[in-house]
C-alpha cells in the first residue's frame, strides 16, 4: 500500500479508467499526476484543477528519433 499524500502518477487520464482512478485516488489523499493526449480530450475530466496534467505529443518524439 502507498501512503496516502504521495503522487501517484497515470497514463491516459483522460480516458474511462483513468478518470475514475484518479477521482478515487483523490479521494483518499492521493497527489495526482497525470498524461492526456489533446485538450479535448481533458473537457469531461473532473477535478482537473486538482490533478497535475502532462500533456504528450507522440509525433513530436516519432519525428524526432526518424531524424537522428
Request: glycine fraction near 10%.
Amino acid at each position: 500500500e502507498v501512503p496516502s499524500g504521495n503522487v501517484i502518477a497515470l497514463g491516459g487520464i483522460s480516458g474511462f479508467a483513468g478518470s475514475h482512478l484518479s477521482e478515487h485516488l483523490l479521494e483518499k489523499g492521493y497527489k495526482v499526476a497525470g498524461t492526456y493526449l489533446s485538450e479535448e480530450s481533458l473537457k469531461l475530466l473532473p477535478n482537473k484543477d486538482k490533478i497535475n496534467l502532462h500533456k504528450l505529443n507522440l509525433l513530436r518524439r516519432l519525428i524526432s528519433k526518424l531524424e537522428e
